[in-house]
């Protein structure tokens, strides 16, 4: 079955460095994603992605947070200058189209952990 | 915007018995409910979903409500199993925009064998 995969799995960063995620969506898909996670908490959305340009984003992607898609497979999330608050996991998802077909094909990858000292 | 609660954070329950976890959402032009299962290391997975224009979806164990007048929705698991302990997140999405899932907070489900 086609996965989304993330890497690095867990990534320890100081406060004020660049991070930057980096995610392969599933190869067809078309509309691609980022959420975070803060530990105990829900999953919120960070971003949408589609036709090589930002659909929406959230009040949590400020002008610290870029995405990018620099070739036909990588999907990546790049913090400019990490805070304390960015600890979370981060899952990037992808879906082929949108509508009632595309909803139930969203898949997400297994996360990257981020933990700012 | 759209907000979805999610009651209760923690579920214990005897193996063999039945679970609910129970979901409203504010946005009454969301339209797709899905049901995601979370496992320790990995990223949501899809267990059952449903659309805003059918009540009650069953697939084997697992099924899910919907009451649009009252905008909520519940996940009812029969016969759990220890296999089924998990966090539960129950998401709401209106299509035709950007697509993006609001998620509840999650429940924390243990199954005691």
């Known amino acids: 079955e086609p996965e989304v995969t993330q890497t690095p799995s867990h990534q320890v960063t100081q406060m004020g460095q660049e991070v930057i995620l980096r995610c392969v969506p599933i190869s067809n898909h078309l509309y691609f994603y980022w959420y975070r996670q803060i530990l105990g908490q829900k999953v919120e959305f960070l971003v949408s992605f589609y036709n090589n340009e930002i659909s929406e984003k959230s009040e949590i992607f400020d002008d610290q947070f870029s995405v990018e898609r620099p070739d036909g497979s990588n999907f990546t999330l790049k913090i400019r200058s990490t805070k304390l608050e960015d600890s979370a996991m981060y899952f990037c998802?992808?879906?082929?189209?949108?509508?009632?077909?595309?909803?139930?094909?969203?898949?997400f990858g297994s996360g990257t952990r981020l933990t700012v000292v | 915007g759209e907000n979805v609660e999610q009651h209760p954070s923690t579920l214990s329950v005897q193996e063999g018995d039945s679970a609910v976890i129970k979901c409203t959402y504010s946005?009454?032009?969301?339209?797709?409910f899905p049901w995601y299962k979370q496992e320790l290391g990995k990223g949501p997975q899809l267990i059952i979903d449903i659309r805003s224009n059918v009540g009650e979806k069953k697939d084997q164990r697992i099924a899910v409500t919907l009451n649009k007048t009252a905008k909520h929705f519940s996940l009812h698991i029969t016969e759990t199993q220890p296999e089924d302990s998990a966090v539960y997140f129950c998401?709401?999405?209106?299509?035709?925009?950007?697509?993006?899932?609001?998620f509840g907070k999650g429940t924390k489900l243990t199954v005691n064998p």
């Open positions: 998401a709401a999405l209106r299509q035709g925009g950007s697509e993006k899932l609001v």
């Open positions: 998802a992808s879906i082929l189209t949108g509508g009632p077909a595309g909803s139930r094909g969203y898949t």
């Open positions: 946005d009454s032009a969301s339209n797709y």
